[in-house]
């Protein structure tokens, strides 16, 4: 796979099909030149996971937002992460039986989505591509 070096060369919806059509799995890394390093993270092709300094609501606050749980629940939840901080979210939701693991999954995705979606704001970066091992 031959990606630009910038990404004011190409656009990220290229990159990323280049990413898909290979089949790759491996690391994205976008570096801008002012600061963070955010990576996108690929399974065969697919994106797996979003890692950025761009803000983002937590998983709770995702849920929230869109109706899934109310103010109430996102307390219970802000509870118990602190009392195990070694779980996650969604499989303390499940848990309390404030959703399923269909809805966490759902979640998930749609948080991983809007993530990226974060990323085509940004106008310039070095791209680099770092193959699993």
Same mark, same amino acid.
């Given at each position: ?7 004011? /060369? ?17 690391? /994205? ?32 606050? @995702? ?10 629940? /996102?307390? =219970?939840?802000?509870?118990? /992460? ?29 948080? =991983? ?6 990323? @085509? ?7 680099? @591509?770092?193959?699993?091992?």
């Amino acid at each position: 796979m031959n990606l630009p070096g910038r990404l004011r /060369l190409t656009t990220l919806g290229d990159v990323l099909g280049a990413v898909y059509r290979e089949g790759a799995t491996g690391t /994205l890394e976008l570096t801008c030149d002012a600061g963070p390093v955010h990576r996108v993270h690929f399974s065969a092709g697919l994106v797996s996971r979003v890692e950025s300094a761009v803000p983002h609501a937590r998983l709770g606050e @995702f849920l929230r937002g869109r109706g899934f749980i109310d103010d109430r629940t /996102l307390r =219970r939840l802000a509870t118990r /992460l602190s009392c195990e901080p070694g779980r996650r979210a969604g499989e303390l939701l499940i848990d309390m039986g404030a959703l399923g693991p269909e809805e966490v999954a759902w979640a998930l995705g749609a948080q =991983r989505l809007a993530r990226l979606e974060r990323l @085509f704001e940004l106008r310039d970066a070095r791209l680099a @591509f770092r193959v699993a091992g």
